[in-house]
């Protein structure tokens, strides 16, 4: 898909309309007590649309809808060529859809339009359709016996799910665990978050056209303290797949225990380092990658590589040349093409953000880079990108997860000081390293304590690739590749004894 300009993308905004029931059993419905939220544009301050704030009782329908549709298993026990043919037409309709989806999601969030195209014609489509393609590619096993026996291992799907989602890469997140689950039989419960509810509504219409049996997706907006937790909570759910923070990761962890010990997948926060050892040349494709890993969508992003730990022989260096980088990035309009990063997603958000800052100011980083005063007076919650220099390890902006525009170079002596500062955190979700010598990058992907590593390049990774954390940024449970497989599908053995049969 081309993009388009600023006023192509006004005008599919103006001619938009936002439906923000509750979606339940294959139909948009009013919630219970018919309370609404409204949904404020980040990048204006106004509302510009309400949605619906679901109750315990949504919840409670949307799981007896998911359930009743997991039993009747007209989705759960299809033909694997059926569930794939449905969502392949998903991805196509989603790709049919491209443009005004990636302008409500860019209206919803803040995100720039140019990453909510790319996320939502290509993304999107592609790890449902990726999905799509595994299904009938998915064998079970047998295992060795003797003659008196056959022994079938296989893998049927959990059940109903409840999918959790955080408002930094709204429909991404969502296709990341829909893919899987949908594609392994599940039925699912969706609660967005409750800043970014829109662009999951309007799945769920494309879901339903594509021919997704009614029930098997519901989605119901809501707050996290109500819809969220009285999806935690719920006794019928079997699973549940969240991304978000690690407090409220931390959070479900309890509802399991609190109600019928369901599993738990979690994909959490991070504090991610990205190295530069000596040896690296400081390229400006080097230099793109730094400035793209703490400020790809406004640093509101796990995996954002804030703590760059660089070589102390390069620090004046890289320091100059990625300030210059980042002074030189756009922030503004989020529908304009040109705009590298759009506002924080709330004004909450960025006050937080702006503490961060204080914070380490106070604490005796040198501000390289102080976020552009000019954009607090402007309505809407922007906020520009800032550098300090001279991190320490100790320091809270060092330790915690920002969620902003903010880059902290951490000077070091050497590969092993540089892992060691690495791995002294509570996360563990991502790194990135740069050097020449594949000697010294093999050796620091291999004791950095992170579900990703990142060599000579900022990257996730693709849809191939599982993503998750270690300590407390996940638990075991993975998102993407076939991994993510394990959060939908539990394992069965079933053992035919057998006899000799008399034969001749
Ligand atoms: P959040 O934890 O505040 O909210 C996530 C979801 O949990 C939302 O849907 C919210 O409504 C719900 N929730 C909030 N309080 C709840 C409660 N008491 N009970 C039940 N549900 C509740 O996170 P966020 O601010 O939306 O997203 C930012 C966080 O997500 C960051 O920490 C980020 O690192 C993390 N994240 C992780 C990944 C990953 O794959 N590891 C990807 C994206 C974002």
Known sequence: MTLATTADHRAIAAGLSFEGRVFIAGRFVAAAGGEMMETVNPATGEAFASVASGQAKDIDRAVAAARTAFRDGAWSRSAPERRKAVLLRLADLIRANAAELAVLESLDSGKPIRDCVKEISIEVPDTLQW?????????????????????????????????????????????????????????VVVKPAEQTSLSALK????????????????????LGETAGRALGLHPDVDAISFTGSTEVGRLFLRYAADSNLKAIGL?????????????????PELIEHAVTAAFWNGGQNCSA??????????????LSLVTERARALVVGDPLDPATDLGPM???????????????????????????DPALATRPGSFLGPTVFAELSPGMTIAREEIFGPVLGVLPVDGPEQAL???NDSAYGLHATVFTRDIDRALFMARRLACGTVAINGFTEGDIKTPFGGYRQSGSLARDKGTEAMAQYLQTKTSWISLKSPAIG
């Open 305 to 318: 590589n804030m703590r760059q730990i660089v070589a102390r022989s390069r620090q004046e260096e890289f």
């Open 267 to 283: 994909e959490m926060g991070g504090k991610s380092p990205f190295i530069i050892l000596d040896d690296a040349d400081l390229t």
């Open 345 to 371: 997603v709330t004004a909450e958000h960025r006050a937080r953000v702006l503490d961060f800052i204080e914070m380490g100011t106070g604490d005796g980083a040198r501000c390289v880079l102080p976020a």
């Open 420 to 422: 060691t500062i690495a």
């Open 203 to 222: 799945l769920a219409e494309l879901a339903a056209e594509a021919g997704l049996p009614d029930g098997v997706l519901n989605i119901v907006p809501g």
């Open 131 to 187: 999905y799509a393609e595994l299904i009938d590619k998915s064998f079970g096993k047998v295992a060795p016996t003797g003659e008196d026996a056959l022994a079938l291992i296989t893998r049927e799907p959990i059940g109903v799910v409840g999918v959790i989602l955080p408002w930094n890469f709204p429909l991404l997140m969502a296709a990341w665990k829909l893919g899987p689950a949908l594609a392994s039989g599940c039925s």
